[in-house]
């Protein structure tokens, strides 16, 4: 079974930008869907980005234009930038990765595979 990592979490200024970074313990290239998720107490955990094994993303409504994913099979990792950070921003940031998607259904992929979850506090 993959074990994702997660890093680059942290208190952060609103306005300011967070770079988490998910490193797997195997190659990404097994999976058809990697994809970060978040949560906050109290709520469901929701998809924030997802990319696909041919580099297909897909963000969440809430991220749109703040958020950035990418992929790099060579080093095993998954990188979510997000910008201009608003205090709802504020969730445990969770690493994902589905082998059983396919196609289109990977951009909206639940996730299989999870990681610890990262912290971001967004917060002046």
């Known amino acids: 079974q993959v074990q994702l990592v997660e890093s680059g979490g942290g208190l952060v200024r609103p306005g300011g930008t967070v770079k988490l970074s998910c490193t797997a313990s195997?190659?990404?290239?097994?999976?058809?869907?990697m994809a970060w998720f978040r949560q906050v107490p109290g709520k469901e955990r929701e998809l924030v980005a997802a990319?696909?094994?041919?580099?297909?993303?897909n963000y969440a409504d809430i991220v749109v234009g703040r958020a950035t994913i990418t992929r790099d099979a060579a080093k095993n990792t998954v990188d979510l930038q997000l910008v201009r950070l608003k205090v709802e921003d504020t969730a445990v940031y969770y690493c994902?990765?589905?082998?059983?998607?396919?196609?289109?259904?990977?951009?909206?992929?639940?996730?299989?595979?999870w990681g610890q979850g990262i912290q971001v506090t967004v917060s002046s």
């Open positions: 994902a990765a589905d082998n059983t998607c396919s196609g289109y259904g990977c951009y909206s992929t639940r996730g299989k595979y």
């Open positions: 195997e190659s990404i290239d097994r999976y058809n869907g």
């Open positions: 990319i696909t094994r041919g580099g297909g993303m």
